[in-house]
């Protein structure tokens, strides 16, 4: 799950809202990355790209659509979808994620508020994975 939200090949682009642009960004990529205790030290859809680039190309599209401006905002959207990876524990993605919502204007408020919903659908997973997330994007 967490691999679609930071994947850092993607263009995230809406004409309705320029703010989403190609996500070359360090900052939304880490230089590594551990699921599962594993290391990753470049992109983990590097493969599909190589191997599979159809996938790819759905791939982009609908996270193009998935984050684009429509009835909800893409910054809505993104602690939408913080929630859902921090539910998850899965901390890497809910750490890029958190970094895309501050560039899209989310507050600190906004940030902490999604991550107590995260805890109440999630329990104690969601509550230590939370605590990561705010230690990652606040300290």
């Not at 290391?39 to 859809?45: F, H, R, V």
């Not at 190589?50 to 190309?57: A, M, N, S, V």
């Not at 890029?96 to 107590?116: S, V």
């Not at 329990?123 to 605590?131: D, E, Q």
Request: hydrophobic share 40%.
């Amino acid at each position: 799950m967490w691999i679609s939200h930071i994947c850092p090949e993607h263009q995230y682009t809406s004409d309705q809202d320029s703010r989403i642009t190609r996500a070359k960004d360090r900052l939304l990529f880490p230089e590594e990355l551990t699921h599962f205790g594993v290391i990753m030290s470049s992109n983990p859809l590097d493969a599909y790209r190589e191997f599979d680039p159809k996938l790819i190309e759905h791939y982009e599209k609908l996270q193009s659509l998935s984050y684009s401006e429509g009835a909800l905002s893409a910054k809505f959207k993104l602690l939408i979808a913080l929630a859902i990876d921090v539910e998850h524990g899965a901390v890497q993605g809910a750490n890029a994620i958190g970094r895309r919502a501050l560039k899209m204007g989310a507050t600190k408020e906004e940030i902490i508020e999604t991550l107590r919903i995260a805890y109440q659908i999630g329990g104690n997973r969601a509550l230590f994975t939370s605590a990561q997330v705010l230690q990652t994007l606040f300290k």
